[in-house]
């Protein structure tokens, strides 16, 4: 399904609504409880309405590393602010101190993230004091992008479906141009998606049909990613290879801010070569 792309007005209508859908504070709190869930959160947990510190919720991630199994823990805040009203950087800074210590005063595992959620948006200094400390970084949210991540898990949303053949065409030509490649080059061209999951474990994954083709004694292989040579370490099993951070970086998949970008990729073996290009 294609998403038609929304007007700035069109965004505006609709993070009013979301906030006039939250009486309060904390009916906004208790629906990012499923909203977290919908994006992949794990045990997410909304916490007492008093005495929580700052926390309004906390959730966890798992993820895959070199080593196996990587879970972060993240530590929510929720302002349930209108467009006019803006978070600015003293917030971003109490949250920064306060997630210190969870409700009970207990130190917090220092393998967490800090997240900050809100139907306004934030001043310039706000979002500069969310990343100015790599050592305790904070992820935010703001109503644009709330409302993006909403349609794209279907959250408050209904689609009325329109026939488009200009789609049909297309993707009737992409599939003849991909096959016509295939049968000239005599080996394959296969696209996978680096998908945010990918991209907030660290990893890219292999796509089965490179996988059957790689040497079981290698440990490292000769990556070229969007035209970028690396030698990429790979897992035991041969599912992923581990070292990719910089080049989701240097291509937009991860951003400065922290926002993980999915984006379709090309795999082709040339020699010894594993060429990877995004689309």
Known sequence: M????????????????????????????????????ALGFEEVVTTQYVGDRGIDLTCIKSGLDLNGTDTIN????AKRYSRSNKV?????????????????GNILNSNY????????TFTKAALSEATDNPNMPVITIDGAQLIQYCIEKGI??????VFSKN?????????????????????YLVEREITKNDIRAKILVIPQIVKSELSENEEKFHIVFNGVEKHLNIDKSKRYFGGVTDLYKQFGLLTSDGVFVSKK??????????????I
């Open 2 to 37: 294609t998403l038609l792309e929304l007007t700035e007005e069109e965004i505006d209508t609709y993070i009013d609504e979301l906030y006039s859908c939250f009486p309060t504070g904390r009916e906004f709190e208790i629906f990012l409880n499923s909203f977290l869930v």
């Open 74 to 77: 993240y530590y929510v805040q």
């Open 88 to 104: 600015q950087p003293k917030e971003v800074r109490d949250l920064k101190g306060t997630t210190k210590r969870d409700k009970n």
């Open 113 to 120: 993230i800090n997240v900050f959620i809100t139907t306004s």
């Open 156 to 161: 408050g949303f209904n689609y009325k479906p």
């Open 167 to 187: 789609e049909i065409l297309v993707l009737t030509q992409r599939e003849q141009a991909s096959n016509t490649v295939v049968a000239n080059d005599n080996d």
């Open 265 to 278: 990729a090309k795999w082709k073996l040339n020699g010894e070569k594993i060429l990877i290009d995004l």
